[in-house]
């Protein structure tokens, strides 16, 4: 073989690790194999057990975001969120998108691998933009190392070559004649190869000097053992056989052609622009004395995991996915048990034959079920729809795909049950029509039971729009989608819609099963007075939890309305916040919500409070503009009492 030797500086791929297809290639850099090898162990040394990872779809990115998830595997760590980017031309839509994904995971740990310098820039401002500093840990690459992308957000954390200081000076002592101490290596600048490209001493030009010294370390071994430099195969192993000390430490390659060992560190950036170096060796970092400082400008290290509970229940964080719970005990399975293969296969096979048996009922059958009236009269109206279901979408949209149809399948069986009426969907939600109120509800509680005890996709229940929430005794209060059901019956307006051929209701009964829905949250079942009103006399009433949640004002109607909650007694337990509606008694409205989430509450302005009260206006029947404004006219305290 007289290939020519190609020696590279700067390639760090892993891909040319591969001999086959790269037999003459060597480099004095370090293969990006070190690199996630460096990642792998700061995860470990900060005893991180969940990471998102995020990589550009080439060479670069795609490669040692793999190399990172085989590393960090072997320290049972798990890859939440896992996605690959376009390295170019990605919109600022797509990387809000990114960022929501993350949003709906528990993982708060993510490291980065982007080839594309916009993307890096356009994804830190996307960062900063959603305030997603704080409480969150960001791993990148060497790539973000790049001028023109400094100074990076403080908390930050990278990796990057660093050859060490000694080394650095010993060289620049020997070649140029410089006394040079170890500590003032890192700020000097080598003489450059080209006058119009001076880098600092830590870019590739140490790499480039070790790359002129390899080659010239090859060909006097060569000469020396009577061969010649002109031959590729006797350069090439003179090279692989070479050893000396150069600008960036012992170079030796191994077998592949790779530097052996190259130096690493891992950095944390700081407000004032500094830096925190952690020299790594394999299979730990050596960290400095002075401590890191985060997102969140604390050097407390931030947890892996960050899960939003209910009221009256705590994260339990040992599990994976991680719970809410009541008591704390975390003797339950993190999610459900899997289906063995023979039952897989069996449900399988007898899924394609009913799915073929009820194709050909549907088509007999069809244009009867589309003519088929609904009930007419007094009948009760129910809307239903999934709580963060774009989150979800966002996060896995093939996990969130099945789910979805998961959860049509559900409800469509517990109609049947209770003879109701599809009236439509529209996305995720679903209008029903039931000939009786006490029916309406019976087939909420049968849908909330249904879909607390499905066997939802895995991934799904690392989000917090779907997780597992337990209750005293380590009950299952909550698992997988989360469905808010509003229910209102009394005589309603009907025709046949023309192009579907079914029924359409309309009326102010389905605007107040629609306004009794939006005031729900997830997982929870409301109802309008002329429900609860008829459910005293239905004989099952003993099986149902019946509690008014609070008197409040829906949108386009005049007068407040007494929310009910409705739960069977198994669920009973589920905590919910106060309804998602203005309450009579305590300025509870979207302004005032909007008040009471924002940290620095005490702090508005009066600009801002009457911004607000502005939103309200546009939003809100006349008589609650007038309740809030009488709120915010309120003194501080008595105002923050209120809320």
Not at 4 to 19: A, I, K, L, M, Y
Not at 156 to 178: G, V
Not at 589 to 601: D, E, G, I, K, V
Request: aromatic letters at 8%.
């Amino acid at each position: 073989n007289r290939g020519v030797p190609q020696v590279s500086p700067g390639s760090t791929s892993s891909e040319f690790s591969d001999r086959a297809a790269h037999p003459t290639f060597v480099r004095t850099v370090g293969s990006d194999a070190f690199q996630a090898r460096v990642m792998a162990d700061a995860v470990r040394h900060f005893r991180w057990r969940c990471v998102n990872t995020l990589a550009t779809n080439e060479a670069y990115g795609a490669v040692l975001i793999s190399r990172f998830a085989e590393a960090v595997s072997a320290y049972n760590v798990t890859v939440g969120h896992a996605e690959l980017v376009s390295p170019s031309n990605v919109e600022p839509e797509e990387i809000d998108s990114l960022l929501a994904g993350l949003r709906a995971t528990y993982c708060r740990v993510t490291v980065v691998a982007f080839g594309s310098i916009p993307l890096i820039r356009d994804f830190l401002n996307a960062v900063k933009k959603f305030d997603m500093l704080a409480g969150w840990v960001w791993l990148f690459s060497d790539s973000v190392t790049m001028p023109v992308l400094q100074p990076l957000p403080p908390g930050i954390l990278y990796t990057h070559f660093h050859p060490p200081n000694e080394s650095l000076a010993n060289f620049k002592s020997s070649y140029f004649a410089k006394d040079v101490s170890p500590n003032r290596a890192a700020s000097l600048t080598f003489p450059s190869l080209d006058p119009l490209w001076d880098v600092p001493i830590r870019g590739l030009m140490p790499f480039m000097y070790d790359a002129v010294q390899l080659v010239a370390h090859a060909i006097n071994r060569t000469l020396v053992s009577g061969g010649t430099p002109f031959n590729g195969s006797q350069l090439l192993r003179a090279m692989h056989e070479t050893q000396f000390d150069g600008a960036t430490g012992t170079v030796t390659l191994d077998d592949n052609g790779d530097r052996e060992l190259p130096s690493y560190s891992l950095f944390n950036t700081l407000e004032d622009g500094r830096v925190v170096e952690a020299r790594w060796m394999p299979g730990e970092l050596v960290l400095p004395m002075q401590p890191m400082v985060w997102g969140d400008n604390t050097t407390a290290v931030p947890a892996d995991f960050h899960l939003d509970c209910p009221t009256g229940y705590a994260p339990v964080y040992s599990v994976r996915p991680p719970i809410c719970s009541a008591n704390g005990n975390t003797n339950v399975s993190a999610s459900k048990s899997e289906t063995p293969t023979a039952v897989i296969i069996a449900l399988v096979v007898g899924g394609v034959a009913i799915a073929i048996m009820a194709g050909a009922l549907i088509w007999i059958c069809g244009y009867r079920l589309r003519k088929k009236p609904g009930p007419a009269g007094n009948v009760a109206i129910i809307f239903t729809d999934i709580e963060g279901s774009t989150e979800l979408w966002n996060y896995n949209p093939s996990a969130m795909s099945k789910a979805l149809k998961d959860h049509n399948n559900i409800i469509r069986d517990c109609m049947k049950k209770y003879n109701a009426y599809e009236v439509k969907t529209e996305g995720d939600a679903f209008v029903i029509a039931v000939p009786s109120p006490c029916q309406a509800v019976k087939l909420c509680l049968s849908v909330q039971s249904a879909l607390n005890d499905h066997s939802w996709p895995p991934c799904l229940l690392k989000t917090r729009c779907a997780s597992i929430v337990l209750g005293p005794h380590d009950r299952v209060l909550f698992n997988g989608l989360r469905v808010r059901m509003g229910v209102a019956s009394g005589e309603v307006e009907s025709s046949i819609d023309p192009v579907t051929k079914r029924s359409d209701y309309f009326g102010a009964v389905v605007n107040m099963a629609a306004r009794v829905s939006d005031a729900a949250h997830g997982g929870q079942v409301l109802v309008a007075p002329s429900v609860r009103d008829a459910l005293a006399f239905d004989v099952d009433l003993n099986r149902f939890v019946v509690k008014e949640v609070g008197q409040a004002y829906l949108a386009g109607f005049p007068d407040s309305v007494a929310l009910h909650q409705v739960s069977s007694f198994t669920l009973s337990e589920r905590l919910f916040p106060p309804p998602r509606a203005s309450l009579v008694d305590g300025c509870s409205s979207p302004a005032a919500l909007m008040l009471s989430s924002m940290s620095q509450y005490k702090l508005i302005s009066p600009s801002r409070k009457q911004e607000l009260l502005g939103i309200a206006q546009n939003a809100l029947e006349l008589n609650y503009v007038n309740k809030l404004a009488h709120c915010i006219e309120d003194d501080q305290a008595d105002f923050e009492e209120k809320y």
